[in-house]
Nanobody, 123 residues
Framework: QVTLVESGGASVQAGGSLTLSCEVSGYNNRHYCMAWFRQAPGKEREWVATIDSAGSGYADSVKGRFTISKDNAKNSLYLQMNSLKPEDTAMYYC??????????????????WGQGTQVTVSS
């Protein structure tokens, strides 16, 4: 059984930083596509960042502020978030698909999801 468990969400002030973690179990994510998505209240879920064998990609809204990374030894995914803004407030989800390359950011492509971790940024 594949499970993804996020952690690290918190309430912070604008300009602050947080690091989210996602622990994967049930398969080795070393060579697979992984991603972070987020969903704010009343809004659709949106892609934040992806990482695969070719590298990483970011939504324009977070580019330069967020960094996605993996620790293959720990089978974990991370999202370092700097210079946080109130508009970053959302539930953040880790997701994975068993393909070498992400080849897209549509959330329907991802078969495995965590339960989410809440990030709240106050002004």
């Amino acid at each position: 059984q594949v499970t993804l468990v996020e952690s690290g969400g918190a309430s912070v002030q604008a300009g602050g930083s947080l690091t989210l973690s996602c622990e994967v179990s049930g398969y080795n994510n070393r060579h697979y596509c992984m991603a972070w998505f987020r969903q704010a209240p009343g809004k659709e879920r949106e892609w934040v960042a992806t990482i695969d064998s070719a590298g990483s990609g970011y939504a324009d809204s977070v580019k330069g502020r967020f960094t996605i990374s993996k620790d293959n030894a720990k089978n974990s995914l991370y999202l370092q978030m700097n210079s946080l803004k109130p508009e970053d407030t959302a539930m953040y989800y880790c997701a994975s698909r068993r393909t070498t390359y992400c080849a897209g950011t549509y959330d329907g492509l991802f078969g495995y999801w965590g339960q989410g971790t809440q990030v709240t940024v106050s002004s």
